[in-house]
């Protein structure tokens, strides 16, 4: 997966769902579409939980490394949900 420049990215400061989707658009081949890729439940839940565009970059290419590893598309909430665990200090991110 190939990341755009960061300057670009700022304009999506508090928009994480809107930049997952412009992420996506701009890495994906264009065969596919993105929910061919990941359910919009899993984008949400993402969203709710990161919040810089290094944090998304990051754990959105996890998930679609571990969905790959186990042979599953498209990622699910249930892939992201193993990715982070929250606790009530904040974000815990497994591996």
Not at 12 to 37: A, M, N, R, T
Not at 46 to 51: I, K, N, Y
């Amino acid at each position: 997966m190939q990341i755009p420049q960061v300057n670009r990215c700022i304009q999506y400061w508090g928009h994480q769902v809107e930049f997952i989707k412009w992420l996506l658009s701009e890495c994906i081949h264009d065969d596919y579409l993105p929910e061919d890729l990941i359910t919009n439940e899993a984008i949400a839940f993402l969203a709710e939980r990161l919040t810089t565009p290094l944090q998304i970059e990051h754990y959105l290419q996890r998930a679609f490394e571990d969905a790959y590893q186990a042979t599953t598309k498209p990622v699910t909430q249930d892939r992201g949900m193993a990715l982070c665990q929250i606790t009530c200090y904040g974000i815990v991110f497994n591996g």
